[in-house]
């Protein structure tokens, strides 16, 4: 298929598939059963220039958008989800910048980023507030030239390994939607802390942590955009990140589908290889479906958000739902196919199977994804 990539989307893409399969893939189920973050992978990246892909060339990044950083996200994910997301996590504790940030919040945090020298994370979700981003109780209290912000984020990645944290606070809970608010929070900023590593899945090589606010005073110029348009920072934020998701789930299928054929073309039985039946060869044809629909509709996704339009929640929604669904399907389709191997830890499948699960809850839950596609069609349908 030709996906039509510029020279440079091309040369993005190459780069990052050398990174996944010399660097990476020989490391993946160790970095997975050790639960080891992958710093070594993300000087590789720093030295290919890849960290900055999606953040503009005047702050040392590559120029590039949500497509380019899909692109790197996708051929990481191929060899390891985990892995891949220390990047794609990055990318989004750094869009709130992007989007929000003055000139001075970008010029001072964007070019370490960039280089590869900072990594950055999100933190909007709280024990109480999954679905309901709305329901966060963490509180930022304006004090002079400071908010001082209290409360626990939960299952932040990259908690406790980056260095800057875009967080999401309530500032007036009277003002629904409204009373909240977006700040940077540098690591070592006293009063912010770090819980216990979790215990996960899949996904087992990106950190996954609580992040605890006691009294942590943030000067005020870590506020972006305004005062009560932190909802709208993360809603924002998400609408251009979720594709990211999207290109993580299409990794992990696109390596369990290389897997399994390869395997299928290998593996003898009744004295022919399995990849001569028909059962197989009719799992393996709608795992290629699958994947190449996935590609297309998450490649046309981005390009769609990067040209600036306007309304992009259901195109993000809807590329997020269809690759993270194939991805659970194929992955799951990879482990029959191999059968007891695709079942052992020795395998990469099962870990594919593991990591290809958080695609479909986070970021959203797929539930909220169809929830958002539903309400854009119906109000689409009102304005025609
Ligand atoms: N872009 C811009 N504005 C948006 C928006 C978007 N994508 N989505 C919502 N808004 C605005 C709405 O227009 C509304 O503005 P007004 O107050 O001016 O009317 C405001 O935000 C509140 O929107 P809404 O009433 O739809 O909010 P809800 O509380 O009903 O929540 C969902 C909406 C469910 C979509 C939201 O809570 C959500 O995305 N939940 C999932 C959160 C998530 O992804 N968590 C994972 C954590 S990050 S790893």
Redesign the pocket.
């Given at each position: 298929m030709n996906y039509f990539l510029t020279e440079e989307q091309q040369m993005i893409k190459e780069l990052a598939a050398r990174i996944a399969d010399e660097k990476i893939a020989p490391v993946a189920i160790e970095y997975d059963r050790e639960g080891k973050f992958p710093r070594d992978i993300i000087k590789y990246l720093a030295d290919s220039d890849l960290c900055g892909v999606y953040i503009d060339d005047k702050y040392g990044g590559l120029g590039g958008g949500v497509f380019e950083m899909a692109l790197v996200v996708e051929e990481l994910s191929r060899a390891c989800g985990g892995i891949a997301l220390a990047f794609a996590g990055t990318g989004?504790g750094t869009f709130p910048i992007i989007l929000f940030g003055t000139e001075e919040q970008k010029n001072k945090y964007l070019p370490d980023i960039a280089a590869g020298k900072k990594l950055a994370a999100?933190a909007?979700?709280e024990a109480d507030a999954?679905?309901?981003?709305?329901g966060i109780r963490t509180t930022a209290v304006a004090d002079g030239d400071y908010y001082v912000l209290n409360g626990t984020k939960q299952w932040i990645?990259n908690g406790g390994e980056a260095d800057i944290y875009t967080v999401i606070a309530c500032t007036n809970r009277e003002k629904?939607?409204?009373g909240f608010s977006a700040f940077i929070v540098e690591k070592g900023t006293p009063g912010l802390s770090f819980g216990k590593k979790e215990d996960k899945m899949g996904i087992r090589a990106s950190a996954t942590c609580e992040l605890i606010f006691e009294n942590c005073r943030i000067p005020k110029e870590n506020l972006l955009a305004r005062e009560g348009m932190g909802?709208?920072v993360a809603?924002?934020t998400?609408?251009r990140t979720r594709p990211g998701v999207a290109a993580q789930a299409l990794g992990i299928a696109t390596g369990a589908f290389n897997s399994a054929l390869k395997y299928a073309k290998e593996r003898e039985q009744f004295g022919q290889p399995i990849s001569s039946f028909q059962a197989v060869q009719h799992m393996l044809a709608d795992m290629a479906i699958q994947i190449e629909a996935a590609r297309c509709l998450v490649y046309q996704t981005c390009r769609h958000i990067d040209s600036g339009t306007k309304n992009i929640?259901k195109e993000a929604a809807m590329a997020k739902v269809f690759a993270s669904d194939t991805a659970m399907k194929v992955t799951t389709d990879a482990v029959q196919i191999m059968g007891g191997y695709g079942y052992m830890k020795e395998y990469p499948v099962e870990k594919m199977m593991r990591d290809a699960k958080i695609t479909q809850i986070?970021?959203?839950t797929n539930q909220?994804q169809r929830?958002?596609i539903a309400l854009e069609l119906i109000k689409e349908s009102t304005r025609e």
């Open positions: 989004l999100f909007l979700t999954g679905s309901d981003a709305a990645t629904g939607a409204r909802f709208i809603m924002k998400l609408d929640s986070y970021e959203g909220i929830n958002v």
